[in-house]
C-alpha cells in the first residue's frame, strides 16, 4: 500500500492547451502543510524552562495558558505559511497567461469564482486544474521518460508520452517496449543489443498494424500524485527509493499499455473524448463533480481503471484493471511503506543478511524488493492462502476457454494446488509430482507467492509436533483476532486465542516436550482440527517456527586430550627419527642432541629444510595475531618439533595441522564451520568420535559439516538425507561436544 | 555528536540565478560553473557575467569571508584560489566553463519551472530531467517595476538520484535573504548591484560544496549565513519504560551552555534507569526528559534497552546464527558481562552462549539463573543480557496480559476476588502493602530486584547472597519471594531499606529522597542540600522505580509521604504480623488495558507498581489461584 497517494490525474495536452481530463478520487482531501524547520510545540510550550523547572508545582497548567496568550503571536510569525493562505486575489493574474482550454471547461473565471459547482471541476489541490495541467505537461524534451514534479508537499510523478512532431502516434523503440513491465526500462538503458532488438520487432509490429489516426491528442500523462512524506521519518535515501518503486511497478506500466493502445487503437484519445463530452454535459447541468467522476467510470474503462487502482492501492490489495480489454495486475511490494518509517526493533530481523543471500536470487527481482519473503529452498512449505472466489485460480483453470492443449498443464496445476501443503516440503512435492524442483516447482511457487496466493513457511510436522512460538507484534489488535478466531473456529474443545497463545508461548521454556502437540493438541483426535488452527495462525503471521541449531563445541578435556596423543606421538617418532639419524649422521651434530634432551628448550631453527621454511613463515601468517609470550614459548616450541618431524616424514598426516597455531589452545571454542575446519579442528572432530559406535561416528562425521548453528534441522535432514531419528541419534551421542538453540530461523 | 563528515551530503552540480527578462521571458543571468546549462538566452548571458565585473564590495567581501574561518583542508582548495582569481580576473570562470564542456541540460526544458506562474511562486519546486534535479523556490515580488512585479529564482542543481531533503532549507533562506534585499534596496533589479549575484553564487556553489557553509554578507544589513545539517532520520517516540544507554561518554560532552534538561538528564543515563525514573532523579517534567531522551537517540549517541528486571524473560533472535561467529561478539562478551573480581576466570564464549541458548520465553531470568547456576561463573546477568540486547541476538520477551471474557463463570473464584478487593479498600491503602512479605523485603527487594549496580561489589555480594538464599527456598516461599520480585509492592516511590550495613544513614537519605520525590506534588520545596546526589543513593535506590507525574496524580488514595519506607515499614511489622497478605484494589483503569496490546513494563510503568503487584492485580482481576505456577485465571499473558 502507497499511504501517501493523494490522487491519479489523467492529463493530456492538445493544440487548445493542457487539461486534466479525469482524477480521482473527485475529492482530495488537502494535506497539512509541513514546515521546514521545528517548531516548538505550542501546547507544551514553556519560555523560560529553567524558571519552571525550579518552581515546578501542580499548577503549571496556569501558567502555561497565560503562556500561550503570548505564545501563538510568536508562532505567528516563526512559522512559514503557506503562499495560499495568505495570496489575495489580484496575485492571481498569470492564470490568465495559461492558453484557456476550451475544450473541457466552457465556463469563465468568473463563474469559477462565484459558483461553488464549477469549482468543484475546476479547484485541485488548491490549484486550479488548467494550471496544474499546465505544469503536469512538460516539454517535449522531457517526454517518454520519468517525471517528477515536486511542489512543497505534493510530489508529481509520472511518465508522459507525446505524439511524435508530425502530429501522429508512434512506438519510440529506443523508449518503449509494448507490454513491458516496469522493470523493463531499467534493463533496456543498460542493454544495448536488447534495444536494438526491441526496435526492430516494434517496427514491424508497427507498419503492419493500421494506425488509427488521432485528431487532437499531442501528450497524455498518468500523473500519480503523493503527499511528500516526511523526510525525516525515514533513512535518507528512502523516500527516493519509495517513489522509484511505485514509479516502476504503477506508472510506467499503466503509462507503457495507454501508450500501446494509443498507438495501436488511438484508444487514449477516444476515452479522452467521452469523459470530456461527459463533463461537459455535467458542468452544463450543474451537477456535481463526484456524480460526473461516478459516472464515468461507466463510460470509460480509464476512468474505471484509475479508480480501481488507487483503491487497490490504499487497501494494499492487487490491483485488477482493465485497459481496452487488456486484464492488467498490478501491485506495489507489500512491505513498500515501511521504507517511510524508521525500522522498529522486530523489524531488524529483516535487514541484512537476506538482501546478498543467494537464496534471495531464486525470488527474482519482483520479489526481492520489499516483500520479505523467506528464502526459497526445498526444505520450505507452500501455504495456500485464501483468495477471493472470482479469481480462484480453480475457477481459471477448470473454466471452459482454457484450450486443449493448455488443459494437460491446468490439470498439472490443478494437482500442485491440491498436493501443496504445509506439512510437505517443497522437495518432496516435486517428487511427489515428479516435477523438476528448479524449473518447475520454483516458477509456480514464485507465481503464487507474486500474486498473493500463497506464502512461504516452514513445514509443519504432520503430527503438529513443531516448535512455535508467537510473532513480536501482530498486524491486528488481539480483540479482533480472538473475535476472528471464535467465528472461524466456535468448536468448545478449541481454547480461545488469547489462552491459546499464552500456552504456546508458555511452552518454549521448557526444554521437551514443548511442540504444539505436547502443549496444545494433547489428543490424536484434535490433530486434523487443530491444523487447521495452525493454518489459520500461519496466514496471519501470529506463529514463528523455531528451529533447531546445533554448534560443536571443543571442550577443554578433548583439545587436551588430542594434543596429549599428538605429543606423545611425536616423542615417539622423534626418539625414532633420532635414532636414525645418529646411525647415518647425516646432519650436523648441533641441535639435534640437544633436542632429544631438553625437548621443550631447543629450537632447531637451523634445521628448517626449505620446503618447512616456507611453510613457516606462512603459517605464521595464518594464525594471526601473536600470542600473549607466556605461551609462545612452548607454542614455537611444539611448531619446531612439528617442523622436525616432518623434515623426515612428509606423509605422515600431520601436515599443516595447526599446532602452536593461535586456534591451538586448550580453551574450550566452537568450531564456527565444521564444513571447511582447520586440520587441527578435524583432529579435534576425530577425536570427538573416539569411543563411540562405528555407525554413530560416521553419521557424525558426515553431518557435522552442518552443524555450524546456521543451518536448520530441516535443512540439514534435507541435504544430510537422514531422518529426524537419526538426528537425534547423533545430538544425544555427542551431547557433550554440541550446542543446540532453538530460535527462528 | 556526529560531526557532518560522516553524512553524505550531495554535491551541487550548478547553481544559478533566473530571472523574467521583459523581453525574452524567462532567462538564466548567472550560473555557476558556467555554460552547464544551455538555451538560446543562457549563451548571451554567461557572456555577459563574464565582462561585467562584480562589484568590488562583493568581492572583497568574498576575500575576508575566505579568510576568517578557519577550515579543514579540502579537494576545493585548489578551487578556493581560483575563485579568488576569478572575482578579480574576468576569464577565470571562462576557462573552467571551457575544461567542464559537459552539458547538463537546456534551460528550455525546465523554464516553466523556474519562472513559473504566480502559483508556484513562493513555493519550493523541485523539477527533474533526466539526469538531474533542480531544486528552486521562485520568488514574484509586486512593486514598482516595468510590469509591476519582479520575479526571480536562485536555483540549485543536483544528480538526480540526491536526496534533497537537506538543501530545503538552504533553498528556502537564500530566496528569504535576497527578496529582503530586492525589497529594501533593489538589490536584484537594480543594473548597478546585480552583477554581484554572480559572486554570490560562485562563493554558494564553492563553500557549500566544499564546506557544507558558508557566509556571505550583501550590503551593510543583509547576509547570507548558511550551514548544511546533516540529516538524520527521526527516532521512534521515547516510552516512559526504556532505558537508555550511552554509546558514547556523554558526561565528558556535557557543556555549560547545554539545554539545563538536557544536562540533567545525560547525569542519570547509566543504562539501568528507565526514561520516568530519570524523570524523578534528574527532578524534570517527564516530557521534557522524553523530548531530551529523544534528542539523543536523534544523534545516535544513546539506544535504548528494556528495563532489567529478574523477572525479565529473553529469547534468542535469528542473528544469532551469524552474530555468534563474529569476533566483536564473542571476544567481548566474556569481560564485558563478568563481574571483575579478583581471580575471576571469565567464562569461555561456547559456556555463555550456552547460557544465552537457554533464555527463553516463558522462563524469568531468576529461575534461568538459578537451573544454570549463572551465579557462581561470576555473571552480572544486567549486563550479560544487555549485552545480548545490543548486539541484537537477544530480544526480550514481554508479557502481555489479556483479560478472557466471562463464558466459564466460575462463582467461586469471583467471590473470592470481591472479597479480597473489599477487604482492601476498607482497611486504608497506605498500610495495605503486601504485609506477608515486609519482612523479606529487607532482603530480598533491591538485590534480587534489580539491575546491580555495576562498580559497586558490596551490592553485587548482596545479590549473591540473595540469589543463594533463594535457590533454596521452596514452593511457598518462591512464590511470596516472586512478589516482592521486581520493584516494591503498591508504590515504588517508597523504595525499602535495603540489607547494608550503613543501613541507618541510608535511611535517611532516602527519607529526604523520598521527600524530594514528594515534593513536585506539594508546594513544599526541600532544600536542595539534603538531597542526595542521586550517585550516592544508586545503590539504595536501585529498585526501579516508575512514577510519572500525570498517573501518580491520578492515585489520590495512596498518600506519598506516609509511604516513606520506614513508616510504612514500621507500621507494617507492627499492624500485620497476624492477617494474611491483602493486596490494593486493583485500579479500575487497568481493565480496559489488558487487551493483549499492552505489556507488562507498559502497565507498570504506568500504575507506578512492580510486576509483583501486578502479578497480584492479574490474579485478583482473573481470579486465578496465582500460587507461581501462572494461574491467572481469565487472564491469559501471552509472551512475545
Known amino acids: 500500500m502507497a499511504e501517501t497517494l493523494l490522487a491519479i490525474l489523467l492529463v493530456t495536452s492538445s493544440a487548445k492547451g493542457p487539461n486534466v481530463v479525469y482524477r480521482w478520487p473527485p475529492s482530495v482531501e488537502n494535506s497539512n502543510p509541513r514546515l521546514s524547520r521545528p517548531r516548538p510545540p505550542v501546547d507544551v510550550l514553556e519560555l523560560d524552562n529553567p524558571w519552571r523547572a525550579s518552581h515546578y508545582s501542580d499548577n503549571a497548567n496556569d501558567l502555561a495558558e497565560t503562556h500561550m496568550e503570548v505564545?501563538?503571536?510568536?508562532?505567528?510569525?516563526?512559522?512559514?505559511?503557506?503562499?495560499?493562505?495568505?495570496?489575495?486575489?489580484?496575485?492571481?493574474?498569470?492564470?490568465?497567461?495559461?492558453?484557456?482550454?476550451?475544450?473541457?471547461?466552457?465556463?469563465?473565471?468568473?463563474?469559477?469564482?462565484?459558483?461553488?459547482?464549477?469549482?468543484?471541476?475546476?479547484?485541485?489541490?488548491?490549484?486550479?486544474?488548467?494550471?496544474?495541467?499546465?505544469?503536469?505537461?512538460?516539454?517535449?524534451?522531457?517526454?517518454?521518460?520519468?517525471?517528477?514534479?515536486?511542489?512543497?508537499?505534493?510530489?508529481?510523478?509520472?511518465?508522459?508520452?507525446?505524439?511524435?512532431?508530425?502530429?501522429?502516434?508512434?512506438?519510440?523503440?529506443?523508449?518503449?517496449?509494448?507490454?513491458?513491465?516496469?522493470?523493463?526500462?531499467?534493463?533496456?538503458?543498460?542493454?544495448?543489443?536488447?534495444?536494438?532488438?526491441?526496435?526492430?520487432?516494434?517496427?514491424?509490429?508497427?507498419?503492419?498494424?493500421?494506425?488509427?489516426?488521432?485528431?487532437?491528442?499531442?501528450?497524455?500523462?498518468?500523473?500519480?500524485?503523493?503527499?511528500?512524506?516526511?523526510?525525516?521519518?525515514?533513512?535518507?535515501?528512502?523516500?527516493?527509493?519509495?517513489?522509484?518503486?511505485?514509479?516502476?511497478?504503477?506508472?510506467?506500466?499503466?503509462?507503457?499499455?495507454?501508450?500501446?493502445?494509443?498507438?495501436?487503437?488511438?484508444?487514449?484519445?477516444?476515452?479522452?473524448?467521452?469523459?470530456?463530452?461527459?463533463?461537459?454535459?455535467?458542468?452544463?447541468?450543474?451537477?456535481?463533480?463526484?456524480?460526473?467522476?461516478?459516472?464515468?467510470?461507466r463510460v470509460s474503462s480509464i476512468a474505471t481503471a484509475m479508480k480501481n487502482l488507487y483503491d487497490a492501492i490504499k487497501s494494499s490489495n492487487m490491483a485488477h484493471i482493465t485497459l481496452n480489454d487488456l486484464p492488467l495486475e498490478l501491485q506495489l511490494p507489500p512491505y513498500l511503506d515501511h521504507l517511510l518509517h524508521s525500522e522498529e526493533e522486530f523489524e531488524l530481523e529483516f535487514v541484512g543478511r537476506l538482501e546478498n543471500h543467494t537464496d534471495s536470487q531464486l525470488w527474482g527481482r519482483e520479489l526481492s524488493f520489499g516483500w520479505r519473503l523467506p528464502a526459497l529452498v526445498p526444505w520450505k512449505s507452500l501455504l495456500l492462502l485464501d483468495t477471493d472466489q472470482e479469481l480462484d485460480p480453480y475457477v481459471n483453470l477448470r473454466g471452459s476457454h482454457v484450450h486443449a492443449e493448455e488443459r494437460c498443464l491446468a490439470e498439472g496445476l490443478i494437482k500442485f494446488l491440491e498436493t501443496a501443503s504445509v506439512t510437505l516440503s517443497l522437495a518432496d512435492m516435486a517428487s511427489l509430482l515428479d516435477w523438476d524442483l528448479h524449473s518447475q516447482v520454483y516458477p509456480t511457487v514464485r507465481w503464487l507467492v507474486h500474486h498473493r496466493r500463497a506464502k512461504i513457511v516452514d513445514t509443519v510436522h504432520n503430527g503438529l509436533k513443531t516448535v512455535f512460538s508467537i510473532a513480536p507484534k501482530f498486524d491486528k489488535p488481539l480483540a479482533t483476532l480472538t473475535a476472528e478466531f471464535k467465528r472461524d473456529f466456535p468448536q468448545p474443545s478449541i481454547l480461545p486465542l488469547p489462552t491459546l497463545m499464552a500456552t504456546i508461548s508458555n511452552s518454549n521454556s521448557k526444554q521437551a516436550d514443548n511442540h504444539f502437540f505436547a502443549t496444545v493438541v494433547q489428543s490424536k483426535d484434535l490433530i486434523s482440527l487443530y491444523h487447521e488452527v495452525v493454518l489459520w495462525m500461519l496466514k496471519r503471521d501470529l506463529l514463528i517456527t523455531l528451529h533447531l541449531h546445533v554448534r560443536v563445541v571443543t571442550t577443554a578435556e578433548l583439545k587436551f586430550h588430542v594434543r596429549q596423543a599428538h605429543e606423545r606421538k611425536m616423542e615417539r617418532r622423534a626418539s625414532h627419527h633420532l635414532r636414525e639419524r645418529r646411525r647415518s649422521s647425516r646432519r650436523g651434530d648441533h641441535g639435534v642432541g640437544d633436542a632429544h634432551e631438553h625437548p621443550r628448550v631447543t629450537m632447531p631453527w637451523l634445521s628448517l629444510s626449505p620446503k618447512a621454511a616456507r611453510r613457516y613463515p606462512r603459517r605464521s601468517m595464518d594464525s594471526g595475531q601473536s600470542k600473549p609470550s607466556d605461551i609462545s614459548g612452548s607454542i614455537l616450541l611444539e611448531d619446531a618439533e612439528d617442523v622436525f618431524d616432518e623434515i623426515s616424514e612428509e606423509d605422515s598426516g600431520e601436515e599443516n595441522v595447526g599446532w602452536g597455531s593461535s586456534e591451538d589452545t586448550l580453551e574450550p571454542s566452537m568450531i564456527s564451520d565444521p564444513g571447511t575446519a582447520s586440520p587441527l579442528e578435524r583432529k579435534w572432530l576425530a577425536a570427538m568420535s573416539e569411543g563411540k559406535d562405528e555407525y554413530i561416528a560416521r553419521r557424525f562425521a558426515l553431518i557435522n559439516q552442518y552443524f555450524d548453528g546456521k543451518r536448520t534441522d530441516d535443512e540439514i535432514l534435507y541435504t544430510a538425507e537422514i531422518s529426524r531419528k537419526q538426528l537425534r541419534e547423533v545430538l544425544h551421542h555427542y551431547e557433550e561436544y554440541l550446542q543446540t538453540f532453538l530460535h527462528p530461523a | 555528536m556526529p560531526s557532518e563528515g560522516d553524512t553524505f551530503l550531495p554535491r551541487i552540480q550548478s547553481v544559478f540565478y533566473a530571472v523574467f527578462d521583459l523581453q525574452k521571458g524567462p532567462k538564466i543571468v548567472y550560473q555557476v560553473p558556467e555554460g552547464l546549462i544551455t538555451g538560446s538566452t543562457a549563451s548571451q548571458n554567461s557572456n555577459h557575467s563574464v565582462t561585467s565585473s562584480p562589484s568590488p564590495s562583493i568581492a572583497a567581501a568574498i576575500l575576508e569571508s575566505d579568510v576568517t574561518p578557519s577550515r579543514r583542508s579540502s579537494p576545493s582548495v585548489n578551487s578556493h584560489g581560483g575563485r579568488r582569481a576569478s572575482s578579480l580576473n574576468v576569464p577565470s570562470p571562462h576557462q573552467r566553463s571551457s575544461s567542464s564542456s559537459r552539458v547538463l541540460f537546456n534551460f528550455d526544458d525546465i523554464s516553466k519551472y523556474v519562472i513559473p506562474p504566480g502559483e508556484l511562486c513562493g513555493r519550493l519546486v523541485i523539477c527533474a530531467t533526466r539526469k538531474y534535479r533542480i531544486i528552486g523556490f521562485p520568488v514574484l515580488l509586486p512593486g514598482n517595476y516595468q510590469r509591476n512585479y519582479f520575479q526571480y529564482n536562485v536555483c540549485f542543481v543536483f544528480e538526480r538520484s540526491a536526496d534533497l531533503s537537506c538543501y530545503e532549507p538552504i533553498v528556502r533562506k537564500v530566496s528569504r535573504v535576497l527578496t529582503a534585499c530586492e525589497e529594501e534596496s533593489f538589490f536584484l533589479s537594480c543594473p548597478k548591484s546585480s552583477p554581484a549575484m554572480h559572486a554570490i553564487l560562485e562563493q554558494l556553489y564553492e563553500d557549500l560544496n566544499s564546506y557544507s557553509e558558508t557566509s556571505i554578507p550583501i550590503d551593510a544589513f543583509n547576509s547570507i549565513e548558511l550551514k548544511i545539517f546533516p540529516f538524520y532520520p527521526n527516532p521512534p517516540p521515547v516510552k516512559d519504560w526504556q532505558v537508555p544507554l550511552a554509546l558514547i561518554n556523554l558526561s565528558k560532552r556535557i557543556e555549560d551552555n547545554w539545554d539545563l534538561t538536557m544536562s540533567k538528564v545525560c547525569r542519570h543515563i547509566d543504562g539501568v534507569n528507565h526514561v520516568s525514573r530519570i524523570a524523578h532523579l534528574a527532578d524534570c517534567d517527564i516530557e521534557l526528559t522524553r523530548q531530551a531522551i529523544s534528542h539523543l537517540l536523534y544523534y545516535q549517541v544513546i539506544m535504548t534497552v528494556d528495563i532489567f528486571q529478574y523477572s525479565n524473560m529473553y529469547t534468542l533472535r535469528k542473528n544469532v546464527q551469524w552474530l555468534a561467529d563474529e569476533c566483536h561478539v564473542k571476544d567481548e562478551c566474556g569481560p564485558y558481562v563478568t563481574k571483575h573480581a579478583p581471580g575471576r576466570v571469565v567464562p569461555d564464549w561456547p559456556k555463555l552462549l550456552h547460557l544465552y541458548s537457554r533464555l527463553k520465553s516463558g522462563k524469568t531470568v531468576l529461575e534461568w539463573m538459578e537451573t544454570y547456576n549463572v551465579y557462581e561463573l561470576g555473571i552480572d546477568v544486567r549486563r550479560f543480557t544487555s549485552f545480548g540486547v545490543i548486539k541484537g541476538f537477544l530480544r526480550r520477551v514481554h508479557r502481555w496480559p489479556n483479560l478472557l471474557p466471562v463464558d466459564v463463570p466460575s462463582p467461586n473464584r469471583r467471590r473470592r476476588q470481591s472479597l479480597s478487593s473489599s477487604a482492601s479498600n476498607a482497611s486504608p491503602t497506605s498500610s495495605s502493602a503486601p504485609i506477608g512479605e515486609i519482612p523479606r523485603f529487607s532482603g530480598r527487594l533491591d538485590t534480587s530486584d534489580v539491575a546491580p549496580i555495576l562498580g559497586s561489589p558490596i551490592n553485587q555480594m548482596e545479590v549473591t547472597r540473595a540469589q543463594q538464599r533463594t535457590s533454596a527456598a521452596e514452593k511457598v516461599l518462591e512464590q511470596l519471594r516472586f512478589k516482592t520480585l521486581p520493584r516494591t509492592g503498591p508504590n515504588p516511590t517508597m523504595r525499602q531499606p535495603p540489607l547494608s550495613p550503613e543501613g541507618p544513614e541510608r535511611n535517611h537519605e532516602r527519607r529526604s529522597r523520598v521527600l524530594s520525590d514528594t515534593r513536585r506534588h506539594s508546594t513544599y520545596q526541600q532544600p536542595t542540600s539534603h538531597v542526595p546526589s542521586p550517585s550516592s543513593v544508586a545503590g539504595s535506590q536501585s529498585v526501579a522505580h516508575r512514577n510519572s507525574s500525570e498517573s501518580q496524580n491520578a492515585f489520590p488514595s495512596r498518600p506519598r509521604l506516609s509511604r516513606s519506607p520506614s513508616t510504612s515499614r514500621t507500621r507494617a511489622l507492627i499492624s500485620q504480623g497476624s492477617s494474611g497478605p491483602t493486596n490494593p484494589p486493583p485500579p479500575p483503569e487497568l481493565l480496559p488495558l489488558l487487551d493483549g496490546d499492552h505489556h507488562t513494563d507498559e502497565l507498570c510503568t504506568r500504575f507506578e507498581v512492580g510486576w509483583p503487584q501486578l502479578q497480584q492485580w492479574l490474579v485478583a482481576i482473573g481470579g486465578g489461584k496465582g500460587d507461581g505456577d501462572g494461574d491467572f485465571g481469565r487472564v491469559s499473558i501471552i509472551y512475545r
Open chain 1, 71 to 297: 505564545a501563538v503571536d510568536d508562532i505567528d510569525d516563526y512559522a512559514w505559511r503557506r503562499p495560499t493562505e495568505s495570496r489575495d486575489r489580484s496575485m492571481s493574474f498569470s492564470r490568465s497567461a495559461i492558453p484557456p482550454s476550451g475544450r473541457d471547461s466552457p465556463c469563465n473565471e468568473e463563474r469559477r469564482e462565484i459558483d461553488p459547482v464549477a469549482n468543484e471541476y475546476q479547484c485541485l489541490f488548491d490549484y486550479t486544474a488548467q494550471f496544474l495541467a499546465g505544469m503536469l505537461c512538460p516539454q517535449r524534451h522531457l517526454c517518454h521518460q520519468k517525471f517528477e514534479l515536486v511542489i512543497d508537499n505534493l510530489v508529481f510523478a509520472g511518465h508522459p508520452v507525446c505524439a511524435e512532431p508530425d502530429g501522429m502516434w508512434r512506438f519510440k523503440p529506443e523508449r518503449y517496449k509494448p507490454g513491458s513491465r516496469g522493470r523493463g526500462s531499467r534493463h533496456r538503458e543498460s542493454n544495448l543489443p536488447d534495444k536494438e532488438s526491441s526496435e526492430v520487432s516494434l517496427s514491424g509490429d508497427t507498419h503492419s498494424t493500421a494506425m488509427p489516426k488521432s485528431s487532437w491528442l499531442h501528450m497524455f500523462h498518468l500523473v500519480l500524485v503523493f503527499d511528500l512524506p516526511d523526510p525525516s521519518s525515514s533513512a535518507s535515501g528512502n523516500v527516493a527509493r519509495y517513489f522509484d518503486t511505485i514509479y516502476e511497478q504503477i506508472a510506467f506500466t499503466v503509462t507503457a499499455v495507454l501508450f500501446q493502445e494509443q498507438v495501436l487503437s488511438n484508444f487514449v484519445e477516444l476515452e479522452c473524448d467521452a469523459i470530456g463530452s461527459l463533463e461537459t454535459e455535467y458542468m452544463v447541468k450543474g451537477e456535481r463533480f463526484s456524480d460526473f467522476a461516478s459516472h464515468a467510470q
